[in-house]
């Protein structure tokens, strides 16, 4: 039986940078990457992301400028537990050198990956950084510089046999990863131990789960602890509450291509939380497909602080 290529995404990632100054200019970088998984990937072979799972690099541009980035992919620092360091990060080949990204604005491109045709990569798993940053800034801004970038993962396996037939019923067949929820993260405030509230009061509108592809499509939602997943969260979040305490009403949703359906989550905070150790995670997960399938997942943040406070902490603490 032919091995599947599995693929599970892991979304999003936003790193901001601000100036300490009375008027500071706003910045920000942020990219749809932060943890992609790829399974059996066959040696001697090229893979488009954007072919296998609709999955182009997408750069956010949150500042006043226009700004041209590039992408490179790096040997990490830090390397993902049960993977390698990639021995040659030039495997991973961005699908143009630079890319404009207009102020307030996106911007794509693709991510080839290449894999040698090499019998001794069978069946490892390599970790290579993927490196986001300004390339240059098209007003030539003069006085303070800042480094601009942000960082992710692409971890993938090379299938334990030359695997091209896999590739290719994944290449006919691809999981689509065009699909995302309504907010890239949920933050609630003024939360107070043992509160009930439905997310769509909070937030004054339901949060929405959009098919942006051409076909109908089939999403399985459920929650999951904040303490497995695989990313940067907030400094100071406790990431041990119980994924039980957020109730959906359904953990499958079938939306029609280019619609989108709500999902009318409601929130049970324990009555024994200690606010006073941080602000608490919850994580909410849908996957589309199945063996073969990409996954997202949205972080809803709940905070005793005001949204108030919360501002006011954050303009007195510089961050360069």
Not at 116 to 142: M, Q, S, T, W, Y
Not at 152 to 168: D, R, W
Not at 176 to 184: L, N, Q
Request: with cysteine; hydrophobic share 40%.
């Amino acid at each position: 039986m032919i091995k599947r290529i599995v693929i599970m995404l892991v979304c999003l990632t936003l790193n901001l940078a601000y100036l300490a100054f009375a008027k500071p200019e706003k910045v920000g970088l942020g990219i749809n990457y932060s943890v992609v998984k790829i399974d059996n990937l066959s040696i001697n072979s090229s893979v488009s992301m954007t072919k296998l799972v609709n999955l182009p690099l997408i750069v956010t541009n949150g500042g006043e400028r226009d700004i041209i980035i590039s992408m490179t992919p790096r040997i990490p620092l830090k390397v993902q537990q049960g993977y390698e360091a990639i021995p040659d990060p030039s495997w991973v080949v961005p699908g143009q050198e630079r890319l404009l990204v207009p102020a307030g604005s996106q911007a794509s491109m693709d991510v080839i990956v290449n894999i040698p045709n090499d019998k001794n990569l069978l069946k490892r798993k390599f970790h290579v950084a993927i490196h986001v940053g300004v390339a240059e800034d098209l007003d030539n801004h003069k006085g303070v510089v800042i480094d601009l970038s942000v960082t992710g993962k692409l971890l993938f396996s090379i299938a334990p046999v030359p695997n091209q037939k896999a590739l290719e019923y994944a290449l006919e067949n691809p999981a689509d990863a065009a699909f995302e929820f309504s907010y890239p993260r949920l933050d609630f405030y003024g939360i107070k131990p043992g509160d009930s509230f439905e997310v769509k009061e909070k937030l004054g509108e339901p949060l929405y789960l959009e098919n942006r592809t051409s076909k109908k499509q089939t999403y399985y939602i459920y929650t999951k602890s904040a303490a497995k997943i695989d990313f940067r969260v907030d400094a100071g979040t406790q990431t041990t509450m119980n994924p039980n305490d957020v109730k959906i009403p359904t953990d499958e949703l079938k939306i029609k291509a280019g619609k989108k359906a709500s999902l009318d989550l409601t929130i049970h905070v324990p009555k024994s939380v200690d606010f006073s150790k941080g602000k608490i995670l919850y994580v909410l997960s849908c996957k589309s497909g199945h063996r073969q399938g990409v996954e997202r997942q949205l972080l809803i943040y709940c905070s005793r602080e005001t949204k108030e406070d919360t501002k006011k902490k954050n303009l007195d603490t510089p961050k360069m």
